[in-house]
């Protein structure tokens, strides 16, 4: 359970990291990517000031120009000069050629015939006039005060012999710009100095703060009706993330109310006060980044998942050799115990011997093996002599000793295949196979000899130890053992009987 919580948390964070790795470097790409298309846009925003830079100059020395401003009050000499306006414009196509007196009124334009003819107006406020009278040139970046569209203002200072008569102006009508990047897979946005963009691929966003404006940016602006009522509430804009001074990740909440993520760059367009951005969707990194990391995720699931499962098998097959390794023991540990119960069952604690029921398990195979073989086979008891008289005299140790040292000596007499047990008390029976009952007449006087002649001698007791012993040979074709005992039985009462010490055959 820990295991998989911990493998579960590794994959997360493998895909954490993989995710934030590629979108990281995505960024970086986007990065130049921006810079490159800020570029183009910033371009294009400055082309009018080489296109036309020439221009305010070529007319500030044209004669028409000059007599124009040399009389400002002359309506003859101004409708000259517009009509020469006119015409320069036609062939530069720039949006407005006009010239300012002295005072900052406009005598003459390319627009002397149109409705909202400049003719009359006065720019005496306007930057570009301004500059131009101080310093003989001037740019100015603005929104057209009658026309309320954007505009490039080159202006230059129309003097003679020292004295300036006044203002060559050529308004670059910024607007065009929009189609040209209408074919952009980005949007590209230019703010005023309020934030307000009035220059956009996307027409929607036109006319609307990037930023929330304060009361008296709002109030400004409504006053001098900049936009006059195209002025649109701000853009759903979020800032996601700042990545650097000039760079973002931000939200845009679209048409239909989802928000679109955007990776945005911007730069300050020089000589105003505006700023040129450049938007591109994020959906394209954010796909590759989530592609990355359910690929590093899931290789790296599929990875710690046969790691696991290898070392559950690895621990299965170890609890399966230790369950074998037990179960081996513990049969061992029986097979012992059975094995030591089988000869505790079948053994005469105090003589080592087998016991009476050894010799009833072993005997009927004895028996059968003499049948079939048509073998002889003999039985002999041995029985100590006034065994009760030792016990008495030298104590049950003694006694005990006694029949120990029999049973060595009996064990020593015998052959593999004889089988010798102590039937109970001071009593031990031998089966002799494949011996007869001469033959085994001989082995028990052999014993008798031996234990009489102080073969068994215990400490302390002064020997004089005798056995009796009753031999009887079993006949073919009779059922069992039984009969041969009884007859074994028989010939040791009867050695008893006549004096004990001595082998009876029966
Ligand atoms: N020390 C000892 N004595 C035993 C053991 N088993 C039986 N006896 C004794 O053996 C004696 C057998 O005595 P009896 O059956 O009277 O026979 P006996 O004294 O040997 O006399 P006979 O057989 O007639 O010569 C008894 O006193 C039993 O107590 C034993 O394991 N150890």
């Known amino acids: 359970m820990r295991n998989t919580a911990a493998a579960l948390a590794a994959v997360a964070a493998s895909a954490y990291f993989a995710y934030d790795f590629r979108w990281q470097q995505g960024i970086v790409e986007l990065e130049e990517e921006a810079a490159s298309r800020l570029d183009v846009a910033s371009a294009a925003v400055f082309a009018p000031t080489q296109k036309f830079g020439y221009l305010p100059e070529l007319l500030a020395d044209h004669p028409v120009v000059v007599n124009a401003l040399r009389h400002p009050q002359d309506r003859q000499r101004a409708r000259e000069a517009s009509r020469y306006l006119e015409r320069v414009n036609a062939s530069a196509q720039a949006a407005v050629v006009y010239l300012i007196d002295g005072e900052g009124r406009t005598i003459a334009a390319s627009n002397a015939d149109a409705v909202d003819s400049f003719i009359g107006r006065n720019y005496a406020f306007r930057p570009y006039f301004q500059n131009a009278i101080a310093n003989g040139k001037a740019t100015f970046y603005g929104i057209g005060a009658t026309s309320l569209l954007p505009g490039y203002y080159v202006a230059q200072a129309v003097r003679e012999g020292g004295r300036t008569l006044g203002v060559a102006v050529v308004k670059v009508d910024m607007t065009q710009l929009d189609q040209e990047w209408q074919r952009n897979e980005d949007e590209v946005a230019v703010t005023d100095d309020n934030g307000i963009i009035f220059l956009s691929t996307r027409p929607d966003w036109k006319y609307r703060p990037m930023v929330s404006l304060h009361a008296e940016a709002l109030d400004e602006i409504k006053r001098s009706r900049q936009y006059g009522t195209m002025l649109k509430p701000p853009l759903p804009m979020r800032t996601v993330r700042t990545l650097h001074g000039n760079e973002a990740v931000v939200s845009i909440v679209g048409d239909g109310g989802n928000g679109v993520r955007f990776f945005v760059r911007s730069r300050p367009v020089e000589g105003s006060g505006w700023n040129i951005s450049v938007f591109i969707p994020l959906s394209e990194v954010e796909a590759r980044a989530w592609r990355v990391a359910f690929s590093t995720s899931g290789a790296i699931g599929l990875i710690l998942m046969t790691l696991m499962m290898l070392a559950q098998a690895h621990a299965r097959a170890e609890e399966r050799e230790s369950a074998r390794q037990a179960l081996e023991k513990k049969h061992s540990e029986l097979q012992a115990l059975s094995e030591e119960l089988r000869a505790a069952s079948i053994t ?30 003999s039985i002999v008891t041995i029985d100590v002599d006034h065994f009760k008289r030792i016990n008495d005299m030298y104590g049950h ?29 001071e009593e031990f029976i031998m089966a002799l196979p494949n011996t007869d009952a001469e033959a085994a007449a001989q082995v028990a006087e052999r014993l008798r000899v031996r234990v009489s002649a102080h073969a068994v001698e215990i400490k302390g007791m002064p020997g004089g130890i005798t056995v009796s012993c009753g031999v009887s040979q079993y006949r073919e074709g009779e059922q069992g053992i039984e009969a041969a005992l009884r007859r074994a039985d028989d010939a040791l009462y009867v050695a008893k009987n006549e004096g004990r010490n001595r082998v009876v055959v029966r």
């Open 348 to 377: 005469d604690p105090l003589t080592g011997a087998y016991n009476r029921r050894f010799f009833f398990e072993s005997v009927p195979k004895i028996v059968s093996t003499a049948n079939r073989h048509h073998v002889p086979l």
């Open 397 to 425: 140790p003694a006694g005990d000793k006694v029949l120990q040292a029999l049973t060595v000596l009996c064990k020593e007499s015998l052959r593999e295949s004889d089988v010798f047990c102590r039937f109970g008390g």
